[in-house]
């Protein structure tokens, strides 16, 4: 059963095949398994291979990276965006801060970001041209007097959700009593995963 579920995850199925196995329970009881599996095979596999491996921890953005493999045309997963949006107001309740409204305007600036991250192989707050995140909510038409962007890739939403919860900069983003509005823009990258783009407002 181990095996079965860590090939699912592995392969290059279709998109559905995939979030089907990504979001399943299986697939949270297999991170333990994968992980040993990297492990294991990092000293055998070439890297190019290697890095096809599901991640079992979040990727969260401290410095800009280049991503080994690009995604064209990944598939928005508005489900996880509304998803997310409850876990974050979940951490901010249990601390007695206001919940953030959803913010559909802010939210296709962060969508966007996710698909050119994808797209062009990086992970960063700022684009390729040096555009940091202020600049494109302000290029997307939206005004605000606080902001503030985090990033993720992961293998699921729980598992990016607990990455940037032990961060501390991007809790001190979820946590922020100053921001009211959250716009979250996910999509998912077959094999490699949940590109995630968080971003704050007040």
Known sequence: MALIGGLLLLMPFNNELSKETRDSEI?????????????????????????????????????????????????????????????????????????????????????????DMFARSYFSHYTPEGIDPFERIRTGGIHFFTAGENLALAQTLNIAHRGLMESPGHRANILNPAFGRLGIGIVDGGIYGLMITQNFRD
């Open 27 to 115: 697939a949270e009881r297999l991170k333990p398994k994968i992980g040993w599996l990297e492990d294991k095979l990092s000293p055998i596999l070439s890297k190019p291979l290697t890095r096809l491996l599901p991640k079992t921890d979040a990727e969260v953005s401290e410095t800009p990276a280049e991503l080994p493999f690009r995604v064209l045309n990944p598939k928005v997963r508005t489900d996880l965006e509304a998803e997310m949006l409850v876990k974050v107001n979940r951490e901010r309740t249990k601390r007695e801060l206001k919940t953030l409204k959803a913010d559909p305007e802010i939210a296709v600036v962060a969508r966007a970001h996710s698909v």
